[in-house]
């Protein structure tokens, strides 16, 4: 899909049935145990009261934010966002410490816990299967969900589309895209029946969250250098202020004992 | 006022020798723990889990650990900047103090980091918009920065009296490099959390965190003075520097008066004030560190019979650090939000690497104590006088 310039994802937890097969599909491609799949599945459990039940799912994995955190946070720059989408992962960089976890306001990014020093403990994550990418494929899960509850393709025209399901049925969903303005805009967006929370999603505002952890950074070199500046004033100042108490002292001293007078 | 006890190094004896003994045992715990870790990985050794990323190591040996480094940064500058000589005899114990604590972090973050091989990938990898690597490259300027601040005891010790000249003259500008770096180093273990937006409470998430950061290891560093002090007096058999120890009290209550004003105008403006009541454990863990780590020495140190009490004094000290440490705990721990609510609790052998760390920095100290000319400026003082 070269003509593509912005890569997403549309979900609509409307129709996803837990089947799980996004999974295994996942497992597969990416060649990592099924307990290990860059996709967890996240839901509501049931809701409501008989006869009127509700149960929504989804499969959860990296929201390839628009403006990602991870980016910002790592110190090493592991993490880098692809033009075309896709948040992807420099495995020789990494040093293994899990800012960016924390960093995630959607806790994506996974670690090896049960690697010691030879196995070489690293980050995972959804790489939007970017080797099916370049071969004109969509991402495992996409090609691989029975229900097309996922849906892969231009951003921009999965936004319209995602508007239009919302119009077509206001009955059926909330009316809102997660992940079209969340934490600055991201490329899984969803839509769904129940609140968004009970799909395990976090509030998040348009802003970025790095946005103020980038402005306070942008700020460290000129604060370190008026810092020092100050530092170095104030040091020079008391030290050139003693040495004249010193000498008032010492020249009093010289007058009354009519010899120089003695340390400071 | 009390007066000096000039003890000769030469006379220093650790009273019991059980505490040696039971730090050295914990060291091998720890090492073979760390063994099991390097091997098998940090799961097989801890309770950290993709849900809890960061746990008992980031709170206890990187945010507690650094905050009590503080002491060093504190008498530098109002030794070297303010030039007042007469807080010299504190300075190198202060200087070891950070140095040795520095030190812990670097082996802490050893066992903590995914690939501790690649640390130096810092040097080499740069991400410019990171406060992690801030956080990286302070640790690594600040330990040079303090061994060179370091050298004249070291250089003293091995004799070499000209290369000992010539680094008492690096001290001045060492200082003011190390000043600006520690408290860079102290802010941005706050900036860390800055990107934390949507998972730290409202009660701690502040675009401030640097400042309240900073502002904070003000009083944690004069407390640990005392503390410090006031233990190697008992300990160590050396004399006490109270009055000294009463005119850093004197500042107590001044660094935590601007502390409790920023952090309380910060809420009411931020309109965060509401969390106060009603938030639940949130609410509770605040109060706590409100109250311990602030009101309490506030009062306690504004007497000047309590300061003058090295009683009180020291059981000032330890209050306001447990205080101030549950803060570094809450940012860094307690205050997170999850979106699962899974609970972590460190595991014993989490706890046990961090044992033998502290242990090791304790043997460290005793050592350095013992065979160092680490208190001799008390002696030239005591002299003077």
């Known amino acids: ?264 | 006022m009390k007066m000096h006890v000039a003890v000769h190094p030469r006379v220093f004896r650790f009273r019991p020798a059980l505490l040696p003994t039971v730090l050295v045992g914990l060291m091998g715990i720890g090492f073979v723990v760390a063994v099991i870790r390097f091997v098998a990985g940090i799961g097989a050794i801890s309770n950290l889990s993709n849900t809890y990323p960061w746990g008992f190591w980031i709170s206890f040996d990187i945010y507690a650990g650094i905050a009590i480094s503080s002491g060093a940064f504190l008498l530098a500058a109002v030794v070297y900047v303010f030039d007042l000589r007469e807080f010299r005899p504190l300075l190198m114990p202060s200087i070891l103090t950070a140095l040795i604590g520095y030190f812990m972090e670097v082996l802490a973050l050893m066992v903590d980091l995914g690939r501790p091989e690649r640390i130096f990938n810092m040097l080499f990898f740069q991400n410019y918009t990171s406060h992690m690597l801030v956080v990286g490259l302070c640790v690594m300027i600040y330990l040079a920065i303090l061994s060179v601040e370091f050298a004249p005891v070291m250089l003293k010790r091995l004799k070499k009296e000209r290369l000992a000249q010539f680094s008492r003259r690096l001290m001045r500008p060492a200082v003011i490099l190390g000043l600006v770096v520690s408290t860079i180093h102290q802010g941005s273990l706050g900036s860390l959390l800055l990107i934390q937006s949507a998972k730290l409470h409202p009660l701690w998430w502040t675009p401030l965190l640097p400042v309240m950061f900073f502002v904070s290891s003000i009083s944690i560093g004069l407390a640990m003075i005392i503390f410090e002090s006031s233990m190697s007096s008992r300990y160590l058999q050396r004399g006490l520097e109270a009055h000294l120890l009463e005119k850093l009290a004197r500042a107590v209550p001044v660094a935590l008066g601007v502390y409790l004003a920023l952090k309380f105008s910060q809420l009411i403006l931020s309109g965060n004030l509401r969390y106060v009541f009603g938030s639940g454990v949130q609410s509770a863990l605040f109060w706590a560190e409100i109250i311990v780590g602030v009101a309490i020495p506030v009062v306690l140190f504004s007497s000047q019979r309590n300061r003058r009490n090295p009683r009180l004094l020291l059981i000032g000290a330890i209050i306001l650090l447990v205080g101030m440490i549950l803060n570094r705990f809450n940012v860094s721990w307690f205050g997170i939000q999850r979106l699962e609510n899974l609970p972590y609790f460190p595991s014993l052998m989490e706890v046990s690497i961090s044992a033998a760390i502290f242990s090791f920095g304790l043997l460290v100290f005793g050592l350095a104590a013992r065979y160092l000319p680490l208190f001799e400026d008390a002696e030239v003082t005591t002299a003077a006088r």
């Open chain 1, 1 to 264: 899909m070269p003509s593509i310039k912005q890569h997403a994802y549309l979900f609509d937890a409307t129709r996803c049935i837990d089947c799980r097969a996004c999974m295994i599909a996942c497992s597969v491609e990416n060649k990592v145990p099924i307990n290990d799949t860059y996709i967890w599945v996240t839901g509501s459990g049931v809701m409501g009261e008989y006869p009127n039940l509700k149960r929504a799912t989804m499969p959860y994995h990296c929201m390839h934010c628009l403006a990602p955190d991870c980016v910002s946070a790592c110190p090493v720059g592991a993490w880098y966002k692809r033009e075309d989408g896709p948040v992807l992962y420099d495995a020789d960089k990494c040093i293994g410490c899990r800012y960016c976890m924390n960093a995630c306001p959607f806790s994506v990014p996974h670690f090896d816990w049960d690697k010691g020093l030879l196995g070489g403990a690293l980050m995972h994550k959804c790489t939007m299967c970017q080797q099916r990418l370049e071969i004109g494929q969509e991402p495992a899960c996409v090609q691989t969900c029975p229900t097309g509850a996922l849906k892969f393709g231009e951003r921009e025209e999965l936004i319209a589309e995602a508007h239009a399901r919302i119009e077509a049925h206001p009955d059926r969903y909330i009316d809102h895209v997660y992940g079209e303005i969340e934490n600055g805009g991201t490329s899984y967006l969803i839509l769904s029946h129940v609140p968004f929370r009970e799909l395990g999603l976090p509030e998040i505002g348009p802003v970025p969250v790095k946005n103020v952890s980038e402005a306070a950074m942008s700020m460290t070199i000129p604060f370190a250098l008026g810092w020092g500046a100050v530092l170095t004033g104030v040091a020079a100042g008391v030290q050139w202020n003693n040495k004249r108490r010193a000498e008032v002292k010492s020249q009093t001293t010289a007058s009354i004992d009519g010899e120089p007078g003695g340390e400071q």
